[in-house]
């Protein structure tokens, strides 16, 4: 059965085990948010915002450089804060896939 939602285009029902952010109340209540998806989706936004903020906080140490340095990329490899900062792009990823 599908149902337009004010939101989003369309959805669609789908299993009970991963069900839409918005789902429509068989009560006939309307729409109402899957809190569960809501959660991961913003534990979701909290880690590339971490993640940003890592990498970049490691990439202003570095010296200004001519625009488009190819060696850039390689002397932010060798910064543990800027490597680090791909654990959380990582788990942010997990997490937006699992809130879809």
């Not at 109340?25 to 109402?32: C, H, I, N, Q």
């Not at 970049?56 to 200004?64: F, I, N, T």
Request: hydrophobic share 50%; charged share 15%; glycine share 8%.
């Amino acid at each position: 059965m599908t149902r337009a939602c004010p939101f989003t285009a369309t959805i669609a029902h789908t299993s009970a085990a991963f069900p839409p952010w918005w789902v429509w109340d068989e009560l006939g209540k309307g729409w109402r948010v899957n809190g569960g998806a809501a959660l991961l989706a913003l534990a979701s936004a909290t880690f590339y915002g971490l993640s940003s903020a890592l990498q970049q906080r490691a990439a202003k140490q570095e010296r200004p450089r001519p625009a488009l340095d190819p060696r850039l990329l390689l002397r932010l490899l060798s910064r543990p804060m800027w490597m680090f900062g791909w654990l959380p792009d990582g788990a942010a990823t997990v997490l937006q896939a699992l809130a879809l």
